[in-house]
């Protein structure tokens, strides 16, 4: 079987081909520029290429509603040129098998239910941690969309009593993702995450508000795993100081031996690595397949 694959992140597009499980023949990447350059890039990609089924997993917000008329829309984000896009109606204009769209993170959370760090669970949560933090919500068995889909990224967390910075969120301020995202930590400390020293108090900072974010995740969602993605996750000193806050911020509360004493094993990396976005892709286009079958 073969599978295409889209991830559109906000800074770039990555375009794959791969299998039914999860494995990737091919791929390529450009800049996450206007949709007119775009969508013919897209299309360049895929002309010729014999797939069985498309998944498309993306920045949003996206409508994921099938009875609703901008189904398959990216509809109000603040990127320029891409609010109100019809992603999926652009590429059914040449793609004539099932297309699968989701969010990135839902995406990503299923391909590692697939295939990664959380095969075969029944539940699981994928964070990402980059440009912006997004949160994908796989449970019960299926990825949970509801009025539209999760936006936890944009959660809100206790300000450090230490931390002047007010968070760029253009919506909420200090959010999650306005105290916690990539840019965050360039505007409050003047440099890049990956130029800062890997025992900085940056990322005791970030773990402070992950914490918090983890903590209300086990409570309302309570996941078999819980995987942190994204750029600044490459951090990998910042697993061990989450995990602290995770269990200082529970403080006993969840009885449970995966995080009592293998929380080293719940908080967790994708299994599926810098290819959890496109491989979660695929994964959104198998389970579009199956679903027409
Ligand atoms: P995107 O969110 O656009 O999909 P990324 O997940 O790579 O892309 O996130 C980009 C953000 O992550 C930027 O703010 C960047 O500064 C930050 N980042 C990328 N790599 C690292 C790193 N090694 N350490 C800390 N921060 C990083
Ligand atoms: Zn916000």
């Not at 200082?248 to 599926?272: A, F, K, T």
Request: with cysteine; proline share 5%.
């Amino acid at each position: 079987m073969r599978i295409g694959a889209i991830e559109a992140g906000g800074t770039k597009i990555i375009c794959g081909i791969g299998n039914e499980h999860g494995v990737i023949e091919k791929k390529i990447n450009f800049p996450t520029e206007s949709p007119d350059i775009v969508f013919p890039k897209i299309r360049e990609f895929f002309e010729g290429e014999q797939i069985d089924a498309l998944g498309v997993g993306t920045f949003g917000p996206i409508d994921v509603n099938r009875n609703s008329e901008t189904y398959g829309y990216i509809t109000s984000t603040p990127k320029p040129g891409w609010g109100n896009v019809d992603f999926v109606g652009q590429l059914k204009q040449y793609i004539h098998v099932p297309i699968g769209f989701d969010t990135d993170v839902n995406g990503a959370a299923l391909g590692e239910a697939l295939w990664g760090s959380a095969k075969g669970l029944n539940s699981c949560v994928y964070y990402t941690i980059g440009t912006g933090v997004g949160v994908g919500v796989y449970t019960e068995g299926k990825l949970v969309h509801g009025l539209l889909h999760p936006e936890a990224g944009h959660i809100p967390v206790r300000r450090h009593p230490e931390d002047s910075y007010e968070g760029f969120c253009p919506y909420h301020g200090d959010c999650l993702e306005g105290v916690a995202a990539g840019p965050a930590i360039e505007r409050r400390f003047g440099v890049k995450g990956h130029e800062l020293g890997k025992d900085h108090e940056a990322w005791k900072l970030e773990a402070y508000y992950l914490g918090q974010a983890l903590m209300s995740t086990i409570l309302l969602l309570s996941p078999e795993r819980i995987i942190l993605g994204g750029g600044v996750m490459h951090q990998e000193q910042l697993f061990p100081l989450i995990r602290e806050e995770v269990k200082r911020n529970l403080n006993g509360y969840v009885q449970h031996s995966m995080i009592l004493e293998h929380i080293d094993q719940y908080i967790i990396p994708p299994g599926l690595g810098d290819n959890a976005g496109l491989s979660g892709a695929i994964a959104l286009g198998l389970l579009e397949y199956n679903a027409n079958k």
